[in-house]
């Protein structure tokens, strides 16, 4: 499951070895300010839509990026029977890789909430 750090200008999100295999990166950082809505999902595996790079284990995990041809471009690492956190992202402003962000997390609602809070500070 990957790690999620909020500081107030950085979401920092870091993968495990499994992730990094079919994300093909260890960690994926986006600005706070780049964070355009931020939402806890009770099934994250739902999100994720279009063509896609990675691994899917049909509904139990979703590892990779969605979205290669049409649509919004996400990155997700998704686990059935976990909350999620799905963040929508300005790709310009977060790097020009990815609109969303789709993450399997126990913690969800903290890490929305700090995000929240991150958000509020820069305002």
Do not use: C, K, Y
């Not at 993968?15 to 999902?41: D, H």
């Not at 029977?81 to 997390?105: I, K, P």
């Amino acid at each position: 499951m990957a790690s999620v750090t909020v500081a107030i200008e950085l979401v920092d999100i870091r993968f495990t070895g499994w992730e990094r295999l079919w994300i093909g990166r260890e960690r994926l950082a986006v600005p706070v300010t780049a964070v355009r809505s931020v939402a806890v999902v009770a099934d994250p595996l739902r999100l994720a839509r279009g063509a896609r790079r990675g691994m899917v284990v049909s509904g139990f995990v979703e590892i990779g990026v969605w979205g290669l041809f049409a649509g919004p471009r996400q990155l997700v690492a998704a686990r059935r029977g976990e909350l999620g956190l799905h963040l929508g992202l300005d790709r310009a402003a977060a790097g020009g890789q990815f609109d969303e962000v789709v993450l399997s997390n126990p913690a969800a609602p903290e890490i929305a909430d700090a995000i929240g809070r991150a958000l509020a500070a820069g305002a």
